[in-house]
């Protein structure tokens, strides 16, 4: 990836380049090996959240600028950060944030203007009337400051209760000033700067849910009643309690339908592996499938430094090395190494990523697990290779059709090629060990 090709990216998801002419310019470059450039090659931002605190560690500043075009302040722009008296405003640490990201040529988020949390106690404190002239003086203090530099606002974050009820949370906001101090934040926020894009956001709400379809609601109240909202921001925080859901995409889809734009804005995958890098393919799958999916952002750059570090959830290990869930970030996003050029979503363009596990162990043999995930394009079909050790063999194979050349074996679809895009289906196969404990290798996913 060339360093103008890397520019022209980032300036595309700012709005200054058209996404076609840096499509073109990426082809005739070479193909996108970055998350950004490829990203952008779909028409899309691929951004993290940053921590000011660790923009002076090499390895950290290194990979954020290489690999990403927008970036969100983990912290910085928060009620407790930029205004921590009544009326006194500090930027210095958002500040550092935007004046990196601008000086190499990354978007920015913000986030986030009226929440529950990291609230200073002086908000909670306040009657009605004074809480609303507070609230709207933040946003303006706030939106003032970056005035042109923001691409999206979170204006409310996580207004929503969790729960089967699809109630409000509770809240000084809330509790002071009912349900319309939403619509008021996002009325103030659209005088503050015209320019920005404004968004809702929360978690819990990435599938079909209760949740969800209160802002749903709330959203489609606002469209029909000339409320100013342009974009949904769905958090993203995945583990095993609270896995990928598979309405994702549809969820999306029904959003963006309500003529809002949709963003994935806090995304973290709890796991490792194939297991982790199948997650991340169906949630960029999902993005590249709705056209009004502007873009996704990764809550942080290092596992490290995640605020679930011990799940692991992050597209970079410790020592900043690529994970598996990097590599299917890269290959879903259509940048090189992946399966195919990258394409619009609608272009026709298919691909398919396969991922290995093991999924029982004894001490003569094992079964292994391949999942097959679409692309941003539905398939109908599917080829995925498995190169077992030499001494191995394979006693059954189900949910598959294989054919063996020597260590090669060549797995087709039995029931199962038709996929819709960023959906999954996996074979299986038992293995006689034989003496040999390794683990077979998976090669590219083609589709068709
Ligand atoms: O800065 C202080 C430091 O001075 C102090 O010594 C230290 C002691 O605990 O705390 C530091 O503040 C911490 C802050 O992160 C900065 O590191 C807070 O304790 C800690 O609670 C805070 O956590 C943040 C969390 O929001 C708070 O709600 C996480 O970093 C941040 O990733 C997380 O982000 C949220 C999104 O904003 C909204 N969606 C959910 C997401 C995950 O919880």
């Known amino acids: 990836m060339s360093m103008i090709v890397r520019r022209l990216a980032r300036a595309a998801t700012a709005g200054l380049v058209a996404a076609a002419a840096l499509t073109a310019a990426a082809h005739s470059a070479e193909a996108a090996d970055t998350l950004g450039s490829a990203a952008a090659g779909q028409g899309r931002y691929f951004g993290t959240a940053v921590a000011a605190s660790h923009l002076g560690e090499a390895d950290y500043t290194a990979t954020l600028d290489r690999e990403f075009s927008s970036v969100t302040p983990e912290n910085e722009m928060k009620w407790d950060a930029t205004e921590p008296g009544r009326g006194t405003f500090t930027f210095t640490s958002a500040d550092r944030i935007v004046d990196h990201a601008r000086s ?7 986030h986030t203007l009226v929440w529950h949390s990291q609230l200073p106690s002086w908000v909670g404190s306040l009657g009605a ?12 203090g706030l939106m003032g400051h970056y005035k042109g530099e923001i691409h999206s606002w979170d204006v409310v974050n996580e207004a929503f209760q969790d729960g089967g009820s699809g109630a409000r949370r509770s809240s000084p906001f809330q509790d002071k000033l009912g349900d319309g101090f939403i619509e008021e934040a996002f009325r103030t926020a659209r005088a503050a700067d015209p320019a920005a894009k404004l968004c809702y956001n929360d978690y819990n709400t990435d599938g079909v849910n209760a949740k969800s379809n209160a802002v749903y609601n709330m959203v489609k109240d606002f469209k029909s009643r000339g409320v100013p909202i342009d974009c949904v921001g769905f958090q993203s925080h995945f ?9 994702y995409r549809q ?3 029904r959003f963006a339908d309500l003529g809002v734009d949709v963003q994935i804005t806090e ?3 709890e796991g490792s592996g194939s297991a982790q890098a199948a997650d991340y393919t169906k949630v960029v799958g999902a993005c590249l499938a709705v056209s009004r999916c502007t873009g996704m952002t990764v809550w942080g750059v290092t596992d490290t430094y995640s605020w679930r570090s011990s799940g692991t959830p992050l597209l970079f290990d410790g020592n900043y090395n ?44 094992y079964n292994g697990q391949v999942t097959i995930t679409a692309g941003g394009e539905p398939i109908s079909s599917w080829t995925a290779t498995v190169t077992l050790p030499a001494q191995q063999t394979v006693s059954s194979l189900w949910n598959g059709t294989p054919t063996r050349s020597g260590d090669v074996m060549t797995v087709r679809p039995s029931w199962n090629g038709t ?3 960023g959906a999954s289906t996996s074979f299986g196969f038992t293995v006689a060990k034989n003496g040999s404990d390794a683990a077979p290798t998976v090669g590219a996913c083609t589709a068709s």
């Open 104 to 110: 190499e040529g990354m978007d920015v988020r913000g």
């Open 129 to 140: 009337s004074d809480l609303r002239t507070a609230m709207n003086n933040h946003i303006n």
């Open 239 to 247: 583990n095993g309690n609270s896995p990928v859901p598979s309405d």
């Open 251 to 253: 969820n999306l889809q």
């Open 267 to 269: 995304l973290d995958i």
């Open 322 to 365: 690529e994970k598996p869930a990097y590599d299917a970030v890269l290959a879903a996003l259509g940048g090189a190494g992946g399966p195919g050029e990258p394409g619009d979503p609608g272009d026709g363009a298919v691909s398919c990523t396969a991922t290995y596990t093991r999924t029982a162990d004894w001490s003569s043999g």
């Open 419 to 421: 996929l819709a895009a």
